[in-house]
């Protein structure tokens, strides 16, 4: 529909964090997800709508023109660019600075680090960020065995599964929770506006408007 904008959100923090960006634009989703069972959500702007997707769907249905912008985190954008070679059919114009957190490595208290590093000694590493962590290691020339998981990273070290996780880290609670120790930050993590580089072109004219109001919102300049 090249009179209507699709914007993908993933529920969750990067929605809620959002919400003021919109707000501040003069725009307000008009249902709630928390409530609503609906999976696109109307907007004040007749010519907007949001859809809800999963967060690390967000860049593929931007890329591929199931959206024409949305709201992603680095951390999601990072790992696909590097399965896929590159971020395709992204453009990236502007760093929101919100659900920031970072990406670390974590392990057992009780176990050195350190250490093992310096010795050599291969690490079994549990996350669902493989091809960062795998690139992390390879820059620090440390041998590891990946374990892809999906959820509930906190538990490998502690059951024996693994030696240490790649995780996302907000206040560290959840570490010391599980008395957990994040022993090296490999990068800081934001959520990025990205955009469907067709879209930017065939609908310039809706598009404009709401990345300069979105960079107004985040206190940036607007990108040229």
């Known amino acids: 529909m090249s009179n209507t904008l699709t914007l993908a959100l993933s529920k969750g923090r990067i929605f809620e964090e959002t919400l003021p960006l ?17 999976l696109i959500l109307t907007t004040n702007q007749p010519h907007l709508r949001v859809v809800l997707v999963r967060a690390s769907d967000v860049p593929t249905y931007v890329a591929h023109g199931g ?50 590093v310096k010795q050599g000694s291969r690490l079994r590493v549990a996350t669902k960020y ?27 070290p502690l059951t024996g599964l ?27 993590i934001s959520s990025r506006l990205v955009v469907n580089q067709a879209a930017l072109k065939l609908k310039r004219a809706l598009l404009r408007p709401l990345i300069d109001a979105f960079a107004a919102a985040a206190g940036q300049a607007p990108t040229p």
Not at 131 to 153: N, P, T, W
């Open 22 to 38: 919109l707000r501040a634009a003069g725009i307000a989703v008009l249902e709630d997800p928390e409530t609503s069972r609906k």
């Open 67 to 116: 959206a024409d912008l949305g709201v992603a985190g680095r951390d999601v954008l990072h790992e696909q660019a590097l399965a896929q070679g590159g971020a395709h059919g992204l453009y990236q114009p502007l760093d929101l600075q919100i659900a920031r957190c970072r990406m670390s490595v974590a392990t057992r208290a009780d176990f050195d680090y350190a250490g093992a």
């Open 130 to 156: 493989t091809e960062i962590a795998r690139q992390h290691f390879a820059d620090k020339g440390v041998h590891v065995d990946l374990i892809k998981l999906y959820g509930s990273m906190e538990l490998a």
């Open 162 to 188: 693994a030696d240490a996780i790649v995780d996302l880290v907000s206040t560290g609670g959840t570490l010391r929770a599980n008395k957990l120790v994040e022993v090296e930050r490999i990068m800081d």
